[in-house]
């Protein structure tokens, strides 16, 4: 019989060894997934994690997008991470992305076509605004009316959808494309495009914000007393208030921090590698961030690692979609299989098993006469 026994104190091994074996579990189950789907399971594992960076048919094309993809993954990933280690859960950083990536290509669309250096300096801070003002929305009712951020922060994803359709099919849609939803192509607009700094690097103005990012919650959460106040509450949340924590205004700050960073995602994305405001401009990021945050331990620089790994099975499960032709769902179960794993995985820094033996049944002692002799 196995049982879970507490332990005295966390274990660090499994601490750091948690997501590397989730990733090992995962690949292992997603091969059984891609058998039952009756692809070769060797070949799709293959195409998703090695031939994107060494082969010579597709790392020409594959290795760029690693950081396109691992971009925004990593800044949206960096500020949910400062708020899952208070104990607040924002997720709902895709609503903040489209928030910001709209309200950045408003920016644009208004000074269009004047070629002046103020513009994308503009969306920087419109996409900024935009995703720090959605994140404010559950971050005001959590500290007013005591609400669930969790609830409410996810269901404001799907209103921000429906903005984002509202805007490609309306007020946003380009007046020079035969009635066809999107928006004028950001991209295009110099003034408002977000060129590669180093051609074909896939190194852009989003990826220098991502890495900025990564240093200042690495000096916020370990150099800076805040970030001293925020692993406290996260921790030992009666503790902090001894320490004067103040409750409300640090869930103001972790959930301004975390959409703010999710907007300039949406600000980046829109004028580089996405181009324009579509109606599926919106690509899962938000949600892949949380997977990022956790795989990476809550830890700045585990961020960056997760985040790249994360991005490889975007682009491999894009040359698995093609070369396999695998669905497209298969992929986004296999993404899901690591945050199974992860979280399941994760009871063991807690708990050891222990393998228990039955006590031996013994029989009943016979009960004594009472007849008389």
């Known amino acids: 019989m196995l049982r879970l026994e507490k332990r005295p104190n966390p274990s660090q091994f499994w601490n750091y060894a948690t997501p590397v074996v989730a990733v090992l579990l995962t690949m292992v189950a997603g091969g059984i997934l891609f058998w039952v789907l009756g692809k070769n399971p060797f070949e799709a594992i293959k195409l998703i994690f090695w031939d994107p960076l060494f082969s010579e048919q597709f790392a020409a094309y594959?290795?760029?997008?690693?950081?396109?993809?691992?971009?925004?993954?990593?800044?949206?990933?960096?500020?949910?991470?400062?708020?899952?280690?208070?104990?607040?859960?924002?997720?709902?950083?895709?609503?903040?992305?489209?928030?910001?990536?709209?309200?950045?290509?408003?920016?644009?669309?208004?000074?269009?076509?004047?070629?002046?250096?103020?513009?994308?300096?503009?969306?920087?801070?419109?996409?900024?605004?935009?995703?720090?003002?959605?994140?404010?929305?559950?971050?005001?009712?959590?500290?007013?009316?005591?609400?669930?951020?969790?609830?409410?922060?996810?269901?404001?994803?799907?209103?921000?959808?429906?903005?984002?359709?509202?805007?490609?099919?309306?007020?946003?849609?380009?007046?020079?494309?035969?009635?066809?939803?999107?928006?004028?192509?950001?991209?295009?607009y110099s003034a408002a495009s977000n060129q590669e700094l180093i051609a074909n690097s896939g190194l852009h103005w989003g990826v220098v914000a991502a890495f900025i990012a990564v240093i200042f919650a690495y000096v916020l959460l370990h150099r800076h007393l805040l970030g001293f106040h925020v692993q406290l509450a996260g921790q030992a949340p009666r503790a902090a208030k001894f320490a004067g924590v103040a409750p409300a205004r640090l869930v103001l700050l972790c959930l301004g921090i975390s959409g703010l960073m999710a907007g300039l995602a949406g600000m980046f994305e829109v004028a580089g590698p996405a181009r324009l405001i579509t109606i599926d401009f919106n690509s899962g990021y938000g949600f892949t961030a949380i997977i990022v945050a956790f795989l990476g331990r809550l830890h700045p620089i585990g961020i960056v690692l997760a985040g790249l790994l994360l991005a490889l099975t975007y682009i491999g499960g894009e040359l698995a979609q093609f070369m396999l032709n695998l669905p497209s769902a298969a992929i986004q179960v296999f993404q899901g299989m690591l945050l199974f794993f992860l979280l399941a995985l994760d009871v063991l820094s807690n708990y050891r098993l222990r393998l228990m033996r039955p006590a031996p049944v013994t029989a009943p002692a016979p009960k004594p006469s009472t007849e008389s002799v």
């Open 62 to 188: 594959s290795r760029p997008q690693l950081l396109i993809k691992a971009g925004p993954l990593i800044l949206i990933a960096v500020g949910l991470a400062i708020g899952f280690r208070a104990g607040i859960w924002n997720i709902g950083a895709e609503g903040q992305y489209i928030i910001g990536a709209l309200c950045a290509a408003q920016m644009a669309l208004w000074f269009y076509p004047a070629e002046l250096w103020i513009v994308f300096p503009l969306m920087i801070l419109a996409g900024a605004f935009g995703g720090w003002l959605w994140a404010m929305i559950p971050a005001v009712l959590k500290t007013r009316f005591n609400t669930n951020e969790i609830l409410v922060s996810l269901l404001l994803v799907y209103v921000a959808e429906k903005i984002l359709a509202a805007a490609a099919t309306g007020f946003m849609r380009n007046p020079e494309g035969s009635g066809f939803p999107g928006s004028r192509n950001i991209f295009n």
